[in-house]
């Protein structure tokens, strides 16, 4: 088959360029113009042609796309060029600009003049430079023949650069740059854009509202605008001053911690780093206007970035991260399949813990995910030597603790250093245990779990949390308000310095303190936070919703508490400019109620309002927290508050949300095994790992549970988990290992078989034949005087060391064997239906309406197929459709 190697120039000036706009907006442009273009059929000379679009047309037309493969240095742009503008699509696109992130990442660069260099391939010329503004009349003969050869150069370098870059580069991936190309290139979802003005509409009605609480000097004060941070349940990044070496808020424009929050899932977080930054825009209102701007032009293209990261995942691109939109994010439902079809998305289940079984060769615990079964029974089976049938709901507690959950990433952690997100949690941090500083043994990946959220805190369904004096799953404790108050008032009990700053009056922060009723409040709570935040709410117009969701604000506001008898009030937070009231005709559950509009991000009028005796000081209302009230006893001064809703009384609870994230846990933290997070509303006590216990240990953690054994049963206990699991303990101690291979320039493997190779400075040769490298791995000095190994990443354009140690290596290594899984099941999905999208784990897909059934069928087969280097790595998935994306 043929290979034709292609090259446009177009016009472009400073106000109308690639770095003012994106590819999609610059290409679609009335602006846009193609100044003339490059060919070259295989090795052949390259031909350059210049002329009107249609001239242009019939030159291209020459040439046999149809039935040959398009090479291009930056293919979506050049495909997207020969697609939309001349109506031409190739058999296949090959790219060396994905190819290069592949092969060199960080080390070389990807652009074609320093991918030329590097394989000393020639020199890049810079006839474009002189192009700034001209459009294709005002070239002088001259000047367009000396742009001509510019592009022919460039086409020359282009193939060159294949033919050295394609020498053993896996076919399997050359077909996935295709895939990835073709989804830009050829792109078939809509946009919903009057879902998208209304969205996009009450996002600037709710910045406008946030923003009218601050004035410029509290947004401008660091200490002012840090405050505002902690409220939020937001810890303040910190920087070292480079004029004292103190720390201090890194809260400017370079700071890559502060401008992260730009993207923070909560709102309102967004809305104040971006007025502190000076930007005119959040990221979703600009998201939001580029989405609308993509619907006014034609079909959204879907620009992923083909190994974004070392370990080979896809990125987001051309300024709209498709990979971090938030689950009820209108935005994700305004996304929808053409006309005649449905979108599939289909999300494999737990790849990376799987994997990380089948790579320790932890074949019992591979056994396990592959039938579905109870891995606590399992647990308990070989501790109490009994078939699994057999065990009792105690002795699978036994065996559960041994393996117990484990936290999101990004959870804050209190250490003697202040909040930190637990995957950053070093040995030499101590933690607090609620009592006092403890040490502990290290971070623990977890790998990816199901988690639940506690109050914005997300951990697995059987994390342990101290309420009190007994220990309760946190499942438990989302389910019951009254457990939910205890476990908040005994994180909140003895909190030291680190947690807490002084706020305005000299008070403790809002965030981490509480005020304590006089006497009991209501039937179900005992005692009341001042974290406690109001949901101020309105209902919008009926007529403009349309098909969106509802909407939500969050208004923190102070107040006092008034008895007015049998239950008590409090004043209610004024509407928005514009609300219109509307009643109800009947609720028969509150909680129900609430929820329904809280989970989607709904705005709902003000009806429910929260009852609490005076407490000392005020108190935060809380909306939310309705739903787990007995309102009976209300009196008629609350309840005719709005007459003709009655509101019975309740019988639901609100049900916790859950996602699939990477997990982490802390060995050995302290005599007690516990450790202090950091939840929406204030601290919690959480359990620590049972991970590396000695037998001492583990007999205390189960006396914290209440359930005593003597200590050489624990011993016994701790013999078998070691002997039933050895191989998970030692993969981490291997990939220290691996380091030091690379680092030392040998060979050696890694975890099950032959899969993995450590071939020296190059890396880890995965089974797909790429490496996952650690370029410039080092040994360097930490501010504490402790050596540690670094290797280089980049950020931008800053190269950066980033510290690695054998548990990231794992980590690094199980992402990168899930994304070769997905990409080889994403090639199998296309086969027979169209591949639209992939985010991490999962796999978007459109198919016939009448087909969708049995296209969910098929698509779920390819998912739990297992690759030919894993034949024994158990899959799994979970795959949904709808008309959009937001509904699968």
Not at 125 to 139: C, I, K, P, Q, S
Not at 863 to 879: K, V
């Amino acid at each position: 088959m043929k290979i034709l190697t292609i090259d446009f120039e177009s016009f472009y000036s400073r106000e109308f360029s690639l770095t003012k706009v994106t590819t999609e907006e610059y290409i679609r442009s009335p602006q846009f113009e193609v100044i003339g273009a490059a060919v070259q059929v295989d090795d052949g000379e390259p031909q350059w042609f210049s002329g009107d679009a249609e001239a242009m047309h019939q030159f291209l037309s020459q040439f046999d796309w149809a039935n040959s493969l398009a090479l291009a240095h930056n293919a979506p742009f050049d495909g997207a060029i020969l697609n939309w503008v001349f109506g031409l699509r190739p058999k296949g696109w090959l790219d060396t600009l994905s190819m290069g992130r592949a092969l060199h990442g960080t080390e070389v660069g990807g652009s074609l003049k320093v991918l030329a260099q590097h394989y000393g391939l020639g020199e890049k010329g810079t006839e474009v430079e002189n192009a700034l503004g001209l459009h294709r009349t005002d070239f002088s003969p001259e000047q367009l023949a000396r742009y001509g050869e510019y592009c022919k150069n460039d086409v020359a370098l282009t193939w060159d650069l294949f033919g050295q870059m394609s020498k053993g580069f896996p076919k399997i991936e050359l077909r996935l740059i295709d895939l990835t190309v073709r989804m830009f290139t050829e792109p078939v979802l809509q946009l919903d854009k009057g879902m998208l003005d209304l969205h996009l509409e009450l996002e600037r009605m709710r910045k406008t509202e946030i923003l009218s609480n601050f004035d410029k000097d509290t947004l401008m004060s660091n200490p002012k605008f840090a405050d505002l941070l902690r409220d939020l349940n937001v810890v303040p990044p910190m920087k070292k001053s480079p004029t004292n070496g103190k720390q201090t808020y890194a809260f400017s424009k370079t700071d890559e911690a502060f401008k992260a929050l730009l993207e923070h899932e909560n709102a309102n977080v967004q809305v104040l780093v971006a007025a502190r930054l000076g930007t005119k825009s959040t990221i979703e209102e600009t998201r939001t206007e580029r989405f609308i701007g993509i619907a006014s032009r034609g079909p959204m293209p879907v620009p992923l970035r083909y190994y974004a990261a070392h370990t080979g995942r896809w990125g987001g691109d051309d300024k709209i991260n498709l990979q971090n939109l938030q689950r009820t994010s209108p935005l994700k439902k305004s996304i929808e399949a053409p006309d005649g079809y449905m979108m599939i998305d289909s999300d494999s289940s737990q790849i990376e813990a799987r994997t990380l079984a089948w790579l320790a060769e932890q074949n019992d615990l591979v056994d396990a995910f592959d039938r579905g079964e109870d891995v606590y029974k399992i647990m308990a089976s070989a501790i109490y030597g009994k078939d699994v049938l057999q065990i009792t709901k105690d002795e699978r507690f036994v065996g559960k603790t041994t393996i117990l959950g484990c936290i999101g990433a990004g959870s804050m952690v209190l250490c003697g250093s202040g909040w930190k997100p637990i995957e950053q949690v070093t040995s030499e941090d101590k933690l607090w245990d609620g009592e006092e500083w403890v040490c502990h043994q290290g971070l623990v990946p977890k790998g990816e779990k199901e988690t639940l959220s506690l109050l914005g805190l997300w951990l697995t369904p059987d994390h342990k949390v101290l309420c009190g004096t007994q220990w309760l799953e946190a499942q438990s404790v989302v389910a019951d308000a009254n457990t939910l108050c205890q476990a908040l008032g005994t994180g909140a009990e003895n909190l030291p310095l680190q947690a807490i700053s002084p706020g305005k009056d000299g008070g403790y922060a809002h965030s981490l303190s509480n005020a304590i009723a006089d006497y009991q409040s209501t039937p179900l709570t005992i005692k009341t936070l001042r974290t406690l935040k109001v949901q101020d709410a309105i209902f919008a117009l009926k007529n403009r919703l349309q098909k969106l969701a509802s909407y939500i604000g969050v208004t923190p506001r102070y107040c006092l508490t008034t008895n007015i008898g049998n239950a008590y009030s409090i004043g209610c937070p004024p509407r928005l400019v514009g609300a219109t009231l509307q009643l109800t005709e009947h609720i028969c559950t509150t909680g129900g109620a609430v929820y329904q509009y809280t989970s989607n991000g709904g705005r709902t009028e003000p009806r429910f309002f929260s009852m609490h005796k005076r407490l000392r000081g005020g108190m935060f209302q809380v909306l939310k927290w309705i739903g787990l009230m007995l309102t009976e006893i209300m009196s008629p001064t609350t309840s005719n508050l709005y007459p003709g809703a009655p509101t019975l009384k309740t019988n639901e609870k609100l049900q916790p949300l859950s996602r699939k994230l990477q997990t982490y846990d802390l060995a050995y933290a302290g005599p007690k095994n516990r450790y202090t997070v950091l939840t929406a509303q204030g601290p919690m006590i959480v359990h620590n790992c049972g991970y590396g216990m000695g037998a001492a240990k583990f007999q205390a953690q189960l006396k914290n549970f209440n359930v005593g054994i003597e200590l050489d049963e624990a011993k016994r206990i701790i013999d078998t988990y070691r002997a039933t699991y050895p191989k998970i303990v030692e993969l981490w101690k291997s990939a220290a290992s691996a380091l030091k291979a690379i680092l030392q320039n040998q060979q050696t493997t890694l975890g099950r078989g032959d899969v993995l190779k450590i071939e020296g400075s190059g890396g880890v040769l995965l089974p797909n034949g790429l490496y996952l490298r650690y370029p410039n791995l080092r040994k360097l000095q930490d501010d504490d005087g402790e050596i540690e190994l670094v290797y280089d990443t980049k950020k931008g354009k800053a190269v950066i060391p980033t510290r690695i140690y054998g548990g990231k290596v794992i980590e690094n290594v199980c992402q990168a064997l899930a994304r070769i899984v997905i990409g080889e099941q994403m090639l199998m999905v296309a086969k027979k239906y169209r591949v639209v999208m992939t985010v991490h784990d999962a796999i978007a897909c459109i198919v016939p309406t009448e087909q969708v059934e049995t296209a969910k069928e098929y698509v779920e087969m390819c998912m739990r197929t297992r690759p030919d280097w894993g034949m024994e790595l158990p899959l799994n998935c979970e795959a949904g459709y709808g008309s959009n994306y937001g509904a699968c």
